[in-house]
């Protein structure tokens, strides 16, 4: 039970190219999130899927599109990268018709930087 | 203002102190109130949850909540050197019936041996 998996673990792009972040979940949850993670800003939604078929827009959603490809898997794109996107993400996955508290698994994160 | 707000530290202790880590948050309709610890370089995990105000225990670990001041606080015990980690409050809310969380920036934990 490998829990919530991220691909690539670093990464370093130049401005302008694109790329695709991986996330992967074996705990049978529906709702999966992107998410930011910056000095001094905490965790900043970026899109999520509160279930297969669907995504929606959080906080933070400029420069970045997602695709929901399965149950198991949900993609985040880099069209064309920019400094400002420079950041550690992290997927997360949640089922939040167990206990409403929303308890979200996160992976180990991606660590990207755009030159 | 955000919607929660949390002091990023650094906050450093010697180790066996008792530490107080806080937040306070402005929305009313937040539901469930969870602390999470993130360890360096890795992504954050569930510490505790609440639901109503008061107090709720996990070994060392404190979860309180006071929903009238709008105020939630997590404290250890016998702090460890383990324990030195950054602990990030989350608050859960319901919009359209979807539960969303919101996390405070976290706050550094460093324990001295």
């Known amino acids: 039970n490998a829990g919530v998996t991220q691909t690539p673990k670093f990464q370093v792009l130049k401005t302008g190219q694109s790329m695709t972040l991986q996330c992967a979940q074996d705990?049978?949850?529906?709702?999966m999130y992107w998410y930011r993670q910056d000095p001094g800003m905490g965790l900043r939604l970026i899109y999520y899927?509160?279930?297969?078929?669907?995504?929606d827009k959080g906080e933070v959603p400029n420069g970045y599109n997602v695709s929901r490809l399965n149950k198991r898997e949900f993609s985040l794109r880099l069209e064309s990268a920019a400094p400002s996107q420079t950041s550690v993400y992290f997927c997360?996955?949640?089922?939040?018709?167990?206990?409403?508290?929303?308890?979200?698994?996160f992976g180990p994160g991606t660590r990207l930087t755009v030159l | 203002q955000k919607e929660v707000e949390q002091d990023p530290g650094p906050l450093s202790v010697p180790e066996g102190a008792i530490v107080s880590l806080n937040c306070t948050y402005s929305?009313?309709?937040?539901?469930?109130f969870m602390w999470y610890r993130q360890y360096s370089r890795k992504g954050p995990e569930l510490l505790m949850y609440?639901?109503?105000?008061g107090n709720k225990e996990d070994g060392r670990f404190t979860a309180q909540v006071d929903k009238s001041s709008k105020y939630i606080s997590l404290f250890i015990r016998d702090s460890q050197p383990s324990d030195s980690a950054t602990y990030l409050c989350?608050?859960?809310?319901?919009?359209?019936?979807?539960?969303?969380?919101?996390f405070g920036k976290g706050t550094m934990l460093l324990v001295s041996p």
């Open positions: 997360a996955s949640s089922d939040p018709g167990q206990g409403n508290y929303n308890e979200q698994f």
């Open positions: 705990m049978n949850h529906n709702s």
């Open positions: 929305n009313s309709a937040f539901q469930y």
């Open positions: 609440t639901y109503s105000s």
């Open positions: 899927s509160a279930s297969e078929g669907t995504t």
């Open positions: 989350a608050m859960s809310s319901f919009n359209s019936g979807y539960s969303t969380l919101t």
